[in-house]
């Protein structure tokens, strides 16, 4: 059983910064991937990044490209995600979760974390 805790939600003004974090009870030693998707009010979970156990692949979606970073300590058993320049239609709950390699898509992630707001005024 893979546990995941996110932190570092909350409210900013459009323009601004905010650092999510997802710290997981797996081993260091342990080989996964790990993505961040978000889910807004009456729409769909949709993907945001993902970064693979070494780190040597990682992606955002178009939406955030350019804004968001995603980056991992693996001796933390963390995965982050830095946003910047947040916009009003970055607000959601964001998700951490973990999947066997990396890929954009829900169905291949086998472990969830409770979600974090985020909420972005104009």
């Known amino acids: 059983q893979v546990q995941l805790v996110e932190s570092g939600g909350g409210l900013v003004q459009a323009g601004g910064s905010l650092r999510l974090s997802c710290a997981a009870s797996?081993?260091?030693?342990?080989?996964?991937?790990m993505g961040w998707f978000r889910q807004a009010p009456g729409k769909e979970r949709e993907f945001v990044a993902v970064i693979s156990w070494t780190g040597g692949t990682a992606y955002v979606a178009d939406s955030v490209k350019g804004r968001f970073t995603i980056s991992r300590d693996n001796a933390k058993n963390t995965v982050y995600l830095q946003m910047n320049s947040l916009e009003p239609e970055d607000t959601a709950v964001y998700y951490c979760a973990v999947a066997s390699s990396p890929t954009r898509l829900l169905s291949q992630y086998d472990y969830w974390g409770q979600g974090t707001q985020v909420t972005v005024s104009s």
């Open positions: 797996v081993r260091t030693f342990s080989s996964y991937t």
